[in-house]
């Protein structure tokens, strides 16, 4: 492998995890890294004084652009759209930022990758959720992002400061549910004890369930606990019986994954961290989305 090969093998797992954290896709990430390598493999290093911002740049725009191509598909999804699972046990998993400029502001690299995060990054537009990833996962200085979103280093930080106040809000109160809670949460409905399931969900708990078009999901979010309760329960009951099951760690938090020739199924949770009980329970069930569960993000080679 040259030198020039070398650098960019060496960047390559933080460009994936920058562009996962961005489109919540794991082969969109893949798309994104591998245009990112063609335009890399084309270009004059010699002019490049800092190749690992250089690389930075070039992901953030081509991430925006997936993301808004992603948006644009999703009008058409039929019913909510999830974020892909990840394995935590991949190279995806550590930002490896370039430079901590302010370690308290850094998310942890397992709470960066967390459903429920991604799942209010979608809220951001395209610009803040790229300023944000950036300043608070892999602790890119505002210079180096200004660069990467077209804006000024004074903009990026009233951007990244918007973007953490809305992050925080959603965020404040909640966690992601343990092994005992989430094993406790199936077992009851596993057994089909609907009123065991209801002492552990909120009153206003929200389950949202992804099933793309060739899955039965709901199509709407369920909310309520004895709606959600009897949904989960109605779920399980209909579980294809050569199903295997099993807790495994997905985007950092444990899962129940349920996979069968007719059925895979991933399921994860949010504790309120006030009384802990389940406040949002989500389920990914879109078979195009759950291709990484037995694979890792796919290792080129680069040569």
């Not at 490049?48 to 644009?72: K, S």
């Not at 951001?124 to 300043?135: K, M, Q």
């Not at 990484?292 to 080679?301: E, F, I, Q, Y």
């Amino acid at each position: 492998m040259n030198e020039h090969d070398a650098v960019f093998a060496v960047e390559r797992p933080r460009l994936v995890g920058l562009a996962y954290r961005m489109l919540g896709s794991v082969a969109d990430a893949e798309d994104v890294v591998q245009d990112v390598w063609l335009r890399w493999d084309a270009v004059d290093q010699q002019g490049i004084e800092r190749p690992a911002a250089w690389l930075t740049t070039v992901t953030t725009h081509r991430a925006i652009d997936r993301l808004r191509t992603q948006r644009r598909r999703r009008e058409d999804y039929v019913g909510p759209w999830l974020p892909e699972p990840l394995p935590t046990a991949t190279g995806v998993t550590d930002p490896a930022p370039l430079r901590s400029h302010d370690p308290e502001a850094v998310l942890d690299a397992a709470d960066s990758l967390g459903v429920g995060l991604l799942v209010v990054l979608d809220t951001l537009g395209e610009v803040e959720r790229a300023v944000f990833v950036l300043s608070d996962v892999f602790a890119v200085p505002f210079g180096e992002i200004a660069d990467a979103v077209d804006r000024s280093a004074v903009a990026c930080r009233q951007i990244a400061s918007r973007a953490r106040r809305k992050v925080r809000d959603a965020r404040a109160d909640v966690a992601a549910a343990d092994d005992g809670l989430l094993a406790e949460l199936v077992g009851a409905v596993a057994v089909g004890d609907v009123d065991a399931v209801l002492r552990l969900l909120a009153p206003d708990v929200v389950l949202v369930s992804d099933g793309g078009p060739d899955r039965r999901a709901a199509r709407r979010p369920v909310v309520g606990a004895d709606r959600v309760a009897r949904f989960l329960v109605n779920v399980a009951a209909r579980a294809p019986d050569d199903a295997t099951v099993g807790f495994e760690e997905l985007n950092g938090a444990p899962a129940l994954v349920v996979r069968s020739p007719s059925l895979d199924l991933v399921l994860t949770a949010d504790r309120g961290l006030a009384d802990g009980s389940v406040v949002t329970v989500r389920m990914v069930m879109n078979p195009d989305k759950l291709t990484a569960l037995d694979r890792p993000p796919s290792d080129a080679n680069w040569a």
